[in-house]
């Protein structure tokens, strides 16, 4: 186990590409740390303009389909009650101008091999001229427009037959963004949209219609309307909020958390409503089963990167080029604080261990020549006073164990002078139940089940690794070592692994172990074929030993793998195959059958010490004061979720995208 104050790593003497993929990446994050993660994939659909855009977006949801809408580019009116229709014939929404068909879209038409198309709106949306060529091009066309919104928006509920449903959705016929708010509910549950001045209903609803969801505030429908339909029998709900955002996240499908569509909120153009891809998306709302989620072209809304954080979709489509919604709001509404910080301390921190059992974090300071015990659920905070500096802790059979130095690790402090103590704390009572000094400079520490005690020499070169007795603190048996070397307990308890950190190149060796005495070692075949840091961790079902600068090994020392990033330390969910690595401000999360990234979080601090426990993750950082230039300890906290990417992205290609951002 590595101390923290011991950080000092060769890292930029390796060639390895993904060494200098994550400098990079850390170098764009700028280390600010104050943003995670929050969707595992985020895809832009768009065209070089919104008659491009909304035969990208046919082509991303649709192999083929049997029904094209075709609706006007320049002006919502008529489009906006298409959610249902595209939901009930499964058909995405094309655009065009009112005489002149653009020959993509015909293309496109024929690519799905379409056979019927839905015209929305009269001559005056979309010509005669356009039908014809649609005709003379073999389709059938059925052409859904009355003399006004309110009417044509009643005819293409009868043609979806969705106004033989008991339910109803009520909007402004002049609020564009309280329609495309309610676009999502329709296209995906099939509800007919009926549009209403503020006041009146100019079309009535249906008789069957038991139940109206009216979407927007008193101001865009008030209450002459409420009561209107309430005298008819009508239920009457409604979605609204301070602002088209709002209204638009209180009418967010909770339930539909896989994934989202983040459409331009505002209008195209400053003195007409003009919503192009949000009208185009509806069907892929349907497709997808995703909300719709309005956003300002320009500026992040607040009600919006909330909703995004609490949802955490794991899957984003941006609808519309840079000019729809810019890259900068995507960043800022789609990254998001991954991780909260449970406490702040005021001390150094050089080494910490959590409890398995207890929600507590021991904690060594040489501030104080203490070892601190954290509760994390109470903030309770208790410390013991050592005799020396304390530098390693090793959590073992309910018992704390220390090491404690007398000097500063030297090449030239031979072994016939070195002194250091060990201290054991008993964790229920958090007292200290002994401490005895040893002739070794202790450098590091593990410990087996049967409470013997297992320390690596600090100084002289060549020096030992040690056993000791827990109830006598006598040696018990040694074999030489490298000095400072790093040691892991093999989860069978049968054998230490050791990385040497003094000689190049490094060597990983295990030394066999019974009764408290070593019976054996063997090296590791590969002297310098991989490059090595100085951290080793065992996986918890003792199938690898995983090595800071990536190189993964069998728990027979057999090479297996190669992990994409280097860390500071690994965390383990083998419940649910999986495990977290902890570098600079980010947690990866790994498949642990593939060693593959699937999941990332970006934190507040730098990691330092990572524990999963109890379905979440603790994480002891550090960060840098901006205002005094001084570093501070954190304890960190973050609950991660099981987010599979699509098995066509690649781990590089979540690195080239954080690296974009």
Do not use: C
Not at 232 to 252: C, D, H, L, M, P
Not at 628 to 656: A, K, N
Request: net charge negative; glycine share 6%.
């Amino acid at each position: 186990m590595k101390t923290i104050a011991w950080r000092e790593r060769d890292i930029f003497k390796t060639v390895r590409l993904v060494f200098f993929l994550m400098m990079l990446f850390v170098s764009l994050l700028g280390i600010t740390g104050n943003k995670a993660v929050a969707a595992s994939f985020i895809e832009r659909i768009s065209g070089d303009n919104r008659i491009e855009t909304a035969i990208q977006i046919s082509m991303y949801g649709w192999e083929q389909a049997e029904n094209v809408i075709l609706a006007r580019a320049d002006n919502p009116a008529d489009a906006l009650s298409s959610a249902s229709l595209s939901g009930a014939l499964d058909a995405p929404i094309l655009l065009t101008y009112p005489n002149n068909l653009s020959n993509s879209v015909l293309d496109e038409i024929n690519r799905l091999g379409a056979s019927t198309v839905y015209l929305l709106g009269g001559t005056g949306a979309i010509s005669a001229e356009i039908e014809k060529k649609l005709t003379d091009n073999g389709l059938t066309v059925v052409r859904l427009g009355g003399n006004n919104r309110f009417e044509t928006a009643a005819k293409i509920n009868n043609e979806a037959k969705t106004s033989l449903n008991t339910k109803a959705i009520v909007v402004n016929g002049y609020a564009i963004a309280d329609a495309l708010s309610a676009s999502s509910n329709s296209a995906n549950n099939q509800i007919p949209i009926y549009l209403s001045m503020k006041s009146t209903l100019p079309v009535e609803l249906p008789e069957n219609i038991t139940e109206v969801t009216i979407y927007g505030g008193e101001g865009v429908v008030d209450k002459n309307v409420v009561t209107h339909l309430n005298q008819k029998g009508i239920k009457v709900t409604r979605i609204g909020g301070s602002t088209r955002y709002e209204t638009n996240i209180n009418a967010a499908d909770l339930s539909k958390n896989e994934n989202v569509i983040i459409v331009r909120g505002t209008s195209t153009k400053p003195n007409i409503e003009d919503y192009p891809d949000a009208v185009a998306g509806a069907g892929l709302s349907q497709k997808l089963g995703a909300n719709i989620i309005l956003s300002h072209d320009s500026l992040p809304i607040s009600v919006v990167a909330n909703h995004l954080e609490e949802q955490h979709y794991p899957n984003v489509y941006v609808l519309g080029g840079p000019g729809a919604v810019s890259d900068e709001v995507i960043d800022e509404i789609t990254f998001f604080l991954g991780s909260k910080v449970e406490k702040t301390f005021d001390f150094n921190v050089i080494d910490a261990v959590i409890d398995p059992i207890n929600p507590v974090i021991y904690l060594l300071s040489d501030d104080d020549n203490s070892v601190k015990m954290y509760n994390y659920n109470t903030q309770e905070l208790k410390s013991i006073m050592l005799n020396a500096r304390p530098e390693q802790i090793y959590f073992e059979n309910n018992k704390i164990y220390i090491t404690l130095v007398h000097g500063l690790h030297s090449s030239y402090w031979w072994d016939e002078d070195q002194t250091g103590e060990i201290a054991i704390v008993n964790a229920d009572t958090f007292k200290l139940e002994k401490s005895f000094s040893i002739n070794l400079d202790p450098f590091d520490i593990v410990v087996d089940k049967d409470g013997y005690i297992y320390v690596s020499g600090g100084s002289g070169q060549w020096t030992d690794i040690k056993s000791y007795s827990p109830d006598t603190g006598l040696e018990r048996s040694s074999y030489m070592i490298s000095e400072r070397s790093y040691l892991e307990m093999h989860p069978s308890q049968s054998k230490v692994y050791a990385i040497d950190t003094s000689s190049s190149p490094r060597d990983i060796t295990q030394f066999f172990i019974k009764d408290g005495k070593f019976t054996g070692k063997m090296d590791s075949p590969y002297h310098g074929d991989y490059d090595l840091g100085d951290i080793i961790k065992a996986s918890p079902d003792g199938g690898y030993l995983f090595n800071d600068f990536g190189n993964v090994f069998t728990g027979n020392l057999s090479y297996a793998a190669q992990l994409e990033v280097p860390f500071n330390d690994l965390a383990f969910d083998l419940d649910q195959n999986r495990f977290f690595s902890g570098i600079e401000n980010v947690i990866f999360e790994y498949d642990y059958s593939t060693f593959e990234i699937y999941n990332y979080y970006v934190i507040n601090g730098e990691a330092i010490k990572t524990f999963y426990k109890d379905g979440k993750m603790y994480i002891l950082s550090s960060m840098t004061v901006s205002s005094t230039g001084l570093q501070e300890f954190t304890l960190e906290s973050l609950t991660p979720e099981p987010v599979f990417m699509d098995e066509d992205v690649s781990s590089l290609e979540i690195l080239e995208s954080l690296e974009d951002n």
